[in-house]
């Protein structure tokens, strides 16, 4: 499956943003799909993710409260609505998806996600 994130640009503080992350080749509804996120100078994190159905999300700690995933499986699509942005926030995105049978416990861990999709930026101006 190709990946491909949208929806990053510079905003302030306080701000919200909403990043799409659209799917070809194949459908993504049997896929964990994921976010990540890397900082300047720093390494890929996980920001949140979502089970195939979208009945079951994880988030990081960093971003809970502020930030929503959720998944429309019949436009083949994920999308991350980020809300409260702070400069902390300020990353390339990236979407990701993993198989369907990944367990809940590993939804944090990149290294379980195949497909990646190419980022989109995001800054966040104080």
């Known amino acids: 499956v190709q990946l491909q994130a949208s929806g990053g640009g510079l905003v302030q503080a306080g701000d919200s943003l909403r990043l799409s992350c659209a799917a070809s080749?194949?459908?993504?509804?049997?896929?964990?799909m994921g976010w990540f996120h890397q900082a300047p100078g720093k390494e890929r994190d996980f920001v949140a993710a979502?089970?195939?159905?979208?009945?079951?999300?994880t988030y990081a700690g960093s971003v809970k409260g502020r930030f929503t995933i959720s998944r429309d499986n019949a436009k083949n699509r994920v999308y991350l609505q980020m809300n409260n942005l702070n400069p902390e926030d300020t990353a390339v995105y990236y979407c990701a998806a993993a198989g369907s049978d990944l367990y809940y416990s590993e939804y944090e861990n990149q290294l379980k996600y195949n497909s990646w999709g190419q980022g989109t930026l995001v800054t966040v101006s104080s």
């Open positions: 080749g194949r459908t993504i509804s049997s896929y964990v």
């Open positions: 979502i089970s195939w159905s979208g009945g079951m999300t």
